[in-house]
């Protein structure tokens, strides 16, 4: 059996059901001493409602708790609860000396589904963040605060009420650190994938419908993006840059938003991390910053010196707020709605490409092979090219083939199987269909602003029908069929270079490919014939934060004319 207490995070016994002897077989974390940790004690307060909330304190060890600086810690979620145990972060702050406050505010799972109703549509300047509030006056009220020395920290939905707390009510901290927390609810909703419709219904409920006029203005009042303007606290970011769900954008737009107002905010991104750290160096490295930045404003304790790895870890994920460049809103939004550029579908020709593709995700590499096939056909009358990807992987084959207008190589029908099924019609107008995975199919009907290229199979071809040369640049745009979205990107030939695919050698432009709306997934480098049909003899694309944000690789291994 398996015991666990609040100084104690596992240890496991055997138990003789005959004799009755219990036996401790192991420890979880030996290395801990029990003795020295901090009890936690479950507490009740009542909010300014007269509701009560449940919650946890967490005191520090062998001082009176008395005018004790505190770092409020609201847990993520928000739909979930804190529970009396170990919490290495309420360990780890009360060993600095501050008094650990973990309220269960409304909207907490645990207490009954009247209490949990009680947090919709409340964050921010709503019942949800006053329970946290309400919590810091009951720590004031006992004299247990220094009301001059109270500190939030939380991830997630807990970094969000770190944000919301220091943005609508800034006379009550001294001292803030947000960890992939979002600061604007509206674009949180718009990065939520159609795919996640059980996960969008429930926010629509329990957040709102940014789509609803009335739920929109009150989503922005709720973002504490749009009072940044009120932070008067000193504030630590930290994020995840492969986080799928909080992306890197609600920091880094926090971030900019602070440092533009000359407010004080610090900010650590890990390259290799997704929504919260898992690597341990990176890990010990967030608790190393965490003590450095609350240590002056609080007045908790810190360890000066630490590990030369750690250090080094420290140094390499602390980012000069200065060198933060937001998507430029201006470029992106009349990329949005530009003329696309003249794409000659004339110099295309039925052809036959074998690529080798290397996913390089989370540290591994996986090999795949894919088959280009170029053919000339006919859809409703019209004159086509269709280029069909045949890619051949460990857990099976896929084919993605898209139809395009010969002359212009505008999209017109999409289809893919194998790994997921995607099936679209493309018009000047709208975008309709269907996309299934995961056991659902979810319908498509994107009305456009303008037209689109295509994303996936063929949008390669797209590119190698424009009139490549050194110093040229337009945008594009392509539509994301996971995320329903049309993407404006820049596309720019930025040189020349030779590159050696097996036996051949190719003269090519270097074709950059940025994504303006601020998702760096898409990113591409690419080398393309310099001769027309400027086809692709190696790429690598930024993957999706879902995905990993890993790159994939693509080298030409052999071409041939097809035969009709």
């Not at 009890?39 to 009176?64: C, F, N, Q, S, W």
């Not at 109270?150 to 006379?171: D, H, M």
């Amino acid at each position: 059996m398996r015991v666990a207490r609040d100084v104690d995070p596992g240890s496991t016994y055997l138990y003789d059901r005959e004799t009755g002897d219990v036996e401790l077989l192991y420890r979880s974390r030996p290395e801990l001493p029990s003795e020295h940790l901090a009890p936690m004690r479950p507490i009740r307060y009542t909010a300014r409602d007269g509701l009560e909330i449940p919650a946890y304190l967490t005191l520090p060890k062998g001082v009176e708790p008395r005018n004790l600086p505190v770092v409020i810690l609201p847990h993520g979620g928000p739909w979930a609860r804190d529970a009396w145990g170990y919490d290495s972060y309420a360990q780890y702050l009360a060993n600095r000396g501050y008094a650990v406050l973990q309220p269960n505010f409304r909207g907490s799972t645990g207490y009954g589904k009247r209490f949990l109703n009680a947090g919709n549509k409340e964050w921010g300047t709503g019942a949800m963040q006053h329970d946290i509030t309400d919590g810091v006056q009951y720590l004031i009220d006992e004299g247990i605060a220094d009301p001059t020395k109270v500190g939030i920290f939380g991830g997630s939905y807990g970094g969000y009420a770190t944000l919301a707390g220091l943005a609508f009510t800034p006379e009550v901290y001294a001292a803030g650190i947000s960890y992939v927390g979002p600061s604007n609810l509206i674009t949180l909703l718009n990065s939520i994938p159609p795919y996640w419709a059980p996960v969008k219904k429930m926010f629509d409920l329990r957040l709102g419908d940014q789509n609803d006029p009335a739920d929109a203005e009150r989503l922005k009042a709720q973002s504490p993006l749009f009072s940044a303007d009120q932070i008067r606290a000193p504030l630590l970011v930290i994020q995840g840059a492969n986080d799928p769900r909080v992306n890197r954008l609600e920091s880094e737009q926090i971030v900019v938003a602070l440092r533009d107002l000359g407010r004080h905010v610090e900010y650590m991104l890990a390259e290799d991390e997704g929504h919260g750290f898992a690597g341990r160096e990176n890990r010990i490295a967030v608790a190393a910053a965490m003590e450095r930045f609350l240590a002056p404003h609080l007045g908790g304790r810190f360890q000066e010196d630490m590990p030369e790895d750690i250090e080094n870890t420290l140094a390499k994920l602390m980012v000069d707020v200065n060198t933060i460049e937001l998507p430029e809103t201006g470029v992106a939004a009349a990329a949005a709605v530009a003329p696309l550029p003249t794409s000659d579908g004339g110099v295309i020709e039925p052809q036959v490409f074998e690529y080798n593709i290397t996913l390089e995700v989370g540290g591994q590499e996986i090999g795949l092979a894919m088959t280009r096939t170029i053919e000339a056909g006919a859809l409703e009358g019209r004159e086509i090219w269709r280029i069909i990807d045949v890619t051949e992987s460990p857990m099976g084959s896929g084919t993605d083939s898209l139809e395009v207008d010969r002359a212009s190589l505008r999209p017109l029908r999409r289809a893919a199987s194998g790994m997921g099924l995607i099936q679209l019609r493309y018009s000047d107008t709208e975008i309709v269909g269907e996309i299934g995975g995961m056991g659902q199919t979810i319908p498509v009907q994107v009305e456009l602003a303008a037209p689109v290229f295509a994303g996936g199979a063929g949008t390669d071809i797209v590119l190698a029908g424009l009139p490549l040369a050194e110093g040229y640049e337009t945008t594009i745009r392509v539509f994301d069929a996971q995320m329903q979205r049309t993407r404006p990107m820049k596309v720019a030939v930025t040189g020349t270079a030779t590159v050696e695919t097996g036996s051949e050698t190719h003269r090519t432009f270097v074709v950059e490919v940025t994504p303006l709306d601020g998702d760096p997934a898409g990113t591409r480098t690419l080398h393309v014939m310099q001769s027309a049909p400027h086809h692709v003899v190696t790429s690598s694309t930024r993957l999706p934060a879902a995905m990993g944000s890993g790159i994939m690789r693509i080298e030409l291994d052999a071409s041939y004319q097809k035969q009709d």
